[in-house]
């Protein structure tokens, strides 16, 4: 079954603004990622943050964690019109050996100029 | 140079023709994997290699058969193409499958578009 569900579907802000996307997903896992996804082009890995770590910060990126309500939440601020992209969740299940991520659905993000 | 490089980028082809896909990674990486994105962007795992052992194999059709010569190359053939097919593939590498650091980090090629007419 799928395990990242993105919220919202899409998203569009004005240059400047925050813009914060939120994961959920089913079961224990061990780490969750996030990935971005320009038009056209393969995923890049942004950031990765383990079950026992409640926040992390990649230079305009904050990630937290909530690993009671299965929920994960990606803030990008002073967002630019280069952040235009798909955003994505995964997760690797808790017990899983094999490396398998689960990828959500997305969120797409447009950031007017 | 591309760490992780797939050919052909598109590919148009009739139902019923059978076709593939090729990876290569520069990486070093011991693990690569096939993940296919449909038209509403759903990625779904459908194979992962480890140091050229099969580790992954979601429910995919066995008209998909995968196969990795090295740990830096890993293929995709697709046999008796049908509409439903048509879809993103991604090939993707990491550095292990996570199993002693819990880490697995995806670098992803980008992408194949197969379009079955």
Known sequence: SQQGEEDPQALSIQEGENATMNC??????NNLQWYRQNSGRGLVHLILIRSNEREKHSGRLRVTLDTSKKSSSLLITASRAADTASYFCATRHGSSNTGKLIFGQGTTLQVKP | DTAVSQTPKYL????????SIKCEQNLGHDTMYW??????????IMFSYNNKELII???VPNRFSPK????????LHINSLELGDSAVYFCASS???GST???N???????SRLTVL
Request: glycine share 8%; hydrophobic share 25%; proline share 2%.
């Open chain 1, 24 to 29: 959920s997903y089913k079961t224990s896992i």
């Open chain 2, 12 to 19: 148009v082809t009739q139902m019923g023709n059978d076709k």
């Open chain 2, 35 to 44: 993940y296919k994105q449909d038209s509403k962007k759903f990625l779904k």
């Open chain 2, 57 to 59: 194999n979601e429910t």
């Open chain 2, 68 to 75: 990795s010569p090295d740990k830096a190359h890993l293929n």
């Open chain 2, 95 to 97: 550095r292990d499958r």
């Open chain 2, 101 to 103: 650091t819990g880490a």
């Open chain 2, 105 to 111: 980090v995806l670098t992803f090629g980008a992408g």
